[in-house]
């Protein structure tokens, strides 16, 4: 079998979301819930350079995929402060103990 | 090179955000408050001039190397929305604010989300939109959390983020597939979608759904908004859902072809129904003013997305005009009312060192110690239930004439429903109404503190626009026409 | 001339309405006479307006995109309402002076009851559809306002909301009817509207006609809408006088009637009409007979007076249907003046704690009684006349089944009448009060109304000369000829007969104990408001349940909120494959 690289890339990228999702879906941590959001915006990424390859712009791609890093580390940065926080005021990371609001 | 000035817009707010906080910093957070209002009002001059250079053209544009920014009557609208309510949130922040922990940090990130919120509806390409999307939603994590030792706050925090990180991936795999089947990124429709195409859409419909609050991807909005700061929740509510709203408007074009648009209109009427649905009737059970208001803002993006459905379903400009001119003055509305409950939670709680939520029966009695903020917030919420002779009011009728014009049955039964679901708002809004102008004070009124001036300022502009665009609903025409047409030239 | 009472008859009432607010509650003088200063102002601008009728448009402010044009007609049957909109109006706020005396917040109260004024004459005064439902949903907003008034009793406060949210209900057939004619003709003018309707397609003119049935059967009280009025009556008494009494329940007959010579050649629509309004008439009148609360009879009561109204013009006359309108303004606000009147002096509202009032007070007994005259239809009062002449245009279209239905209201009513009268004026005394007769404030407007409800009815001639421009089919007639053949019209005799069994089965009442009592049950099921209540509720519950249940699905748990996301994708992706993958 001979899968053309950008189907490969594709392929790597559904497997990154799939992974990235079922985290997002069944962790409780906060942290690790941070890292699944990272597995997620990798996916992403990888879409891109499958998209870009395809296209034949890698170097479109590539500025987007390095602007795209910039704007998640942000996030993951904020992220983490507010895990530290919470760490701080509630004493877990558990996700499910941060069930205040609702209804 | 010579620029339009229309860059100013987007660059005075972004460029004087780290000025406030190293003011703030340096000088003290006086020196901030008043950094940050001369920005906001700087900045009101290039808006004028680009509103006036927008009449003789319907886009300007400017180059700067790869990326291009187009100026239009969508971007004007998002702008004026934008600078003017957060003109109002900056002077009521002044003392709401005070003395806070932070506060230069504040209107920082107030500044910025402004100046991301006019770049984002200057974005010419997808990437591009991305961008200033994220961008927004970065400034607007910060702002939510404010309040970062409240367990609550961190809470509507924790989850506002994790959620619109989701979206936003969602959006870029959108953007790459779209990207990977067409090799360009420009917000022009297509002629016939793909497969790869419809699934784009789909993910960035979801994506940035997330952030414009379609149901049932809302769950973070109701904790953010109450939880905000209450200048950042009218801010929250009255523009930033509205700006992914048209984020998502502007973001599906690409993927809108002959035989795809009216399938995405259509997507967007059950979304309409369903926000309509559970905004009304969840806001029912509410027990907190602020709670109650976010889930309104729910019903309320339903109706806009009505109208933006109806649009794309049959191709009317008038029922997109109808919601254009809906985004503004829900904003309007929607703001006054969030700064105006901001206001009596600033009298009863905050200025006694609480962070107590403010419920309905809090505000018992209040118009007898407030009775100028009892009146714009009985005012905002009638105008919201869409009373006459208010904003809100004219606004539903221009969406619901934009629905029956399509002279589709299915539009007409959604008009119904909507009106159904204005009525059914009422049932909530009317005893918010009531508690304010009973006679025997709550304990919480009865130990309130004053309200000062600066909060009230911008309570009456806002409703003597609420008002006076209830009256005379053709003044914003020159707004709602040139920002349906310039959604409805990327789709067709 | 013309264009400027307009302006004034809806301006003068909104600046009184500002300048009370601003005034402030600390200066209740003041906000006395200010009320009083601009209601009388814009009752003289009604007044001067019954000089001036013209089918033209008069005022025209073009607004333009889909809000069109904003549009004023001072034609017969828009200055006749209007003239009783600011003149009840203006005594009703007289009446205020005394009522509210002492109360808290009249800023809020006059500048609502003003508010409504210059609504209410702007609603009957307009051409512009869009206008139509501008004013009609401010009418609805002040009437919930006045209706809460006093916010802190939970049944002022659930009687408000309840009669908001039934007009507003309904008022959903008016907006769906305007915006279906906008979309059809290009234009919110009525008077083109009326001039074309005959070439809108059948379908279209038909959902008009139900939307507007709709819209008018809630506002006016109608079957099966009908249950907000008499929870209304929490309201101040002057507030239940005039909006509703004398002018906004009367709204919706005014839309039937404005609309009727278009409607009318759509099928069923009359029947429909005079079906809803013959029920109303019937069942309202059964529950006035059992009900103890001397407002909630009065409100049933103009509930079944409606349905008189309803029915009229539903059996083609809508002539018959604006007099009646027009006496039933004069004589129920009368009513309503003179039940205030006996509630501010003795402070409750229960009839079976009154009696024998008569004699303490002798003006306003006096003056209720021959408003009461005119509510029985017993001559000469104009509610004699306007009511003869209802079921003469029963007989005379045919609708025989209506004749027969409503000369047993007019029993009903005269029975109910006399039931009322008895238990609050005559009688032995149930309680002791001290009643105090009513003051100068409250008698001018008593006496004015006593006078009008003995007069109107002699201006008939002029008022069908009047109607006869606006309304096809209307005769002129003068007002001898219409007496003469009202007088020889063997109806009137018969109805007379049934009016006088009515007073006489009061009279004989203890006699009839044992057959009452077997039709308790009976009176059970009308004091429930024949099962609609029961709707109402279950409507109530079904939307809190529906929210509760959906409230389980707000559960603030980020991975459940996560798997909505999901959901959502999935949801959204089937959906967009569903027509066909390209």
């Known amino acids: 079998m001979n899968l053309p690289p950008v189907a490969i890339a594709w392929f790597g990228a559904m497997i990154l979301f799939g992974v990235g999702l079922y985290g997002l879906l069944v962790v409780r941590n906060l942290i690790k819930l941070v890292v699944a959001l990272q597995i997620l915006a990798k996916a992403a990424m990888l879409a891109f350079v499958a998209a870009g390859y395809a296209q034949q712009q890698m170097g479109l791609a590539q500025s987007m995929i390095a602007l795209i890093i910039v704007a998640d580390t942000v996030v993951a940065v904020i992220a983490l402060a507010l895990a530290v926080q919470v760490r701080r005021r509630y004493g877990t990371l558990d996700v499910r103990q941060l069930t205040a609001l609702r209804g | 090179m010579v620029v339009h000035p229309f860059l100013w817009l987007i660059l005075i707010p972004l460029a004087s955000a780290p000025l406030v906080y190293l003011a703030g910093r340096l000088g003290g957070s006086a020196v901030a408050r008043g950094l940050a209002l001369l920005a906001l009002l700087l900045t009101g001059a290039p808006l004028i001039i680009t509103a006036q250079d927008l009449i003789s053209q319907a886009t300007l544009t400017v180059a700067l190397g790869m990326v291009q920014l187009k100026f239009d009557g969508l971007s004007l609208l998002l702008a004026v929305v934008a600078l003017g309510l957060g003109a109002c949130a900056s002077v009521f922040s002044i003392p709401y604010m005070a003395g806070e922990l932070g506060e ?92 790869g195409l419809l699934a784009a859409g789909a993910l960035m419909t979801v994506g940035f759904g997330v952030k414009a609050a379609l149901v049932p991807l809302h769950t973070w909005l109701p904790d953010a908004h109450a939880q905000a700061p209450s200048g950042i929740s009218a801010m929250l509510s009255g523009v930033v859902i509205e700006a992914g709203l048209i984020a998502l408007l502007r973001a599906i074009s690409p993927v809108l072809g002959e035989d795809s648009t009216a399938r995405f209109g259509q997507l967007l009427l059950l979304f309409a129904v369903l926000n309509m649905t559970l905004g009304n009737v969840l806001a029912l059970k509410q027990t907190q003013v602020k709670r109650m208001l976010a889930f309104s803002s729910l019903g309320h993006v339903g109706y806009m997305v009505l109208g933006f459905g109806a649009a794309a379903y049959t191709g009317q400009l008038a029922a997109a005009q109808g919601s254009m001119f809906h985004l503004l003055t829900h904003g309007l509305m929607k703001g006054l009312a969030f700064l105006s409950a901001g206001a009596l939670l600033y009298a009863l709680y905050v200025a006694n060192g609480t962070h107590g939520p403010l419920t309905v029966q809090d505000l018992n009695g209040a118009s007898q110690r407030y009775p100028l903020v009892a009146l714009t917030l009985s005012v905002a919420v009638l105008g919201l239930a869409g009373l006459p002779p208010l904003a809100g009011f004219m606004s539903k009728w221009q969406i619901f004439v934009g629905g029956v014009q399509a002279d589709d049955p299915l539009l007409v039964v959604l008009v119904v429903f909507a009106a159904l679901n204005s009525v059914l708002s009422l049932a909530y809004y009317a005893p918010l109404v009531n508690a304010l102008y009973r006679r025997v004070p709550s304990e919480a009124v009865q130990h309130g503190k004053a309200v000062s001036w600066a909060m009230m300022a911008p309570l009456v502009i806002l409703s003597a626009l609420v008002v006076v665009l209830g009256v005379w609903p053709a003044l914003v025409d020159g707004l709602s026409g040139p920002a349906a047409r310039a959604l409805l030239a990327g789709w067709q | 001339m013309a264009a400027l009472l307009i302006a004034l008859a809806i301006a003068l009432p909104w600046a009184g309405a500002l300048a009370v607010w601003v005034a402030g509650d600390r200066r209740p003088r003041a906000q006395h006479g200010l009320a009083v200063f601009f209601a009388a102002a814009g009752g003289l601008c009604g007044l001067g307006l019954l000089g001036v009728p013209s089918s033209e448009t008069v005022i025209r402010v073009p607004v333009g995109g889909v809000f069109g044009d904003f549009t004023f007609v001072p034609d017969g049957l828009g200055i006749f309402l209007a003239a009783i909109a600011t003149v009840i109006g203006s005594m009703a706020v007289l009446f205020s002076v005394e009522y509210m005396k002492g109360e808290a917040q009249l800023g809020r109260y006059y500048a609502f009851v003003l508010l409504f004024i210059g609504a209410m004459a702007g609603l009957v005064l307009t051409s512009s559809l869009l206008l139509l439902f501008f004013f009609w949903e401010i009418t609805a907003l002040t009437s919930y306002a006045l209706i809460s008034f006093h916010n802190d009793d939970p049944k002022a406060v659930a009687g408000g909301i309840k009669a908001l949210v039934i007009t507003q209900l309904g008022g959903i057939g008016l907006l769906v009817g305007a915006l279906v004619a906008y979309v059809n003709l290009g234009s919110y003018d009525i008077g083109l509207f009326l001039a074309r309707s005959h070439s809108l397609p059948p379908q279209v003119l038909t ?376």
């Not at chain 3, 003995?454 to 069908?464: E, K």
């Not at chain 3, 006088?500 to 057959?515: D, F, M, V, Y």
């Open chain 2, 104 to 195: 230069e940090k504040y209107y920082a990130a107030l500044l910025g989300m402004i100046g991301f919120i006019i770049g984002l509806g200057c974005a010419a390409d997808l990437f591009n939109l991305w961008v200033w999307f994220e961008a927004m939603a970065v400034s607007s994590y910060m702002l939510v959390a404010f309040y970062r030792d409240q367990p609550a706050s961190l809470e509507a925090g924790v989850k506002y983020l994790v959620q619109s990180a989701v979206g936003s991936v969602l959006v870029l795999l959108g953007i790459a597939a779209v990207f990977g089947e067409t090799g360009r990124l420009t917000l022009n429709h297509t002629t016939t979608a793909t497969t």
């Open chain 3, 207 to 582: 959902v008009i006609a139900f939307g507007f049935l709709v819209a008018a059967a809630a506002k006016s009280a109608q079957v099966p809408f009908h249950t907000w009025l008499p929870d209304a009556m929490e309201a101040p008494t002057p507030v239940s006088a005039l909006i509703h009494a004398a002018t906004m329940v009367n709204a919706g007959v005014y839309v039937l009637a404005r609309f009727s010579p278009a409607f009318e050649q759509v099928a069923g629509w009359s029947t429909a009409v005079a079906l809803v309004g013959m029920v109303t008439a019937l069942l309202a009148a059964c529950m006035a007979v059992v009900t103890d609360d001397l407002k909630r009879v009065l409100a049933y009561s103009t509930v079944s007076q409606l349905g008189y109204m309803v029915f009229a013009i539903g059996a083609g006359s809508a002539l018959a249907g604006s007099f009646h309108l027009l006496s039933h303004a004069v004589f129920k606000a009368l009513l309503f003046l003179g039940a205030g009147a006996v509630i501010h002096a003795i402070g409750t509202r229960d009839m079976r704690q009154m009696g024998g009032l008569g004699r303490q007070m002798p003006w306003v007994s006096s003056m209720f009684l021959v408003g009461a005259c005119a509510l029985a239809g017993i001559p000469p009062m104009n509610g004699f006349w306007s009511k003869e002449l209802v079921l003469e245009t029963a007989l005379g279209h045919g609708a025989w089944w209506g004749f027969v239905a409503l000369l047993v209201g007019a029993g009903l009513t005269a029975l109910y009448t006399a039931r009322m009268v008895w238990s609050v004026f005559f009688g032995a005394p149930r309680a002791h009060h001290h009643a105090h007769d009513a003051g100068p404030a409250m008698r001018i407007p008593l006496v004015l109304l006593a006078f009008g409800t003995l007069t109107t009815w002699l201006l008939f001639g002029p008022f069908a000369h009047m109607l006869a421009e606006v309304l096809p089919g209307v005769h002129d007639e003068s007002t001898l000829a219409f007496a003469v053949h009202v007088m020889t019209d063997p109806a009137t005799w018969l109805a007379m007969g049934i009016v006088a069994g009515g007073l006489l089965l009061w009279h004989i009442r203890a006699r009839l104990a044992a057959l009452v009592g077997r039709l308790s049950l009976a009176a059970q099921v009308a004091a429930e408001g024949f099962g609609f209540e029961t709707v109402n509720r279950f409507v109530t519950q079904a939307v809190r349940s529906t929210a509760t249940a959906l409230q389980r699905t707000q559960t603030g748990d980020l991975s459940w909120n996560a798997v909505g996301i999901v959901g959502a994708l999935i949801l959204v992706l089937i959906l967009l494959a569903w027509g066909g993958i390209p």
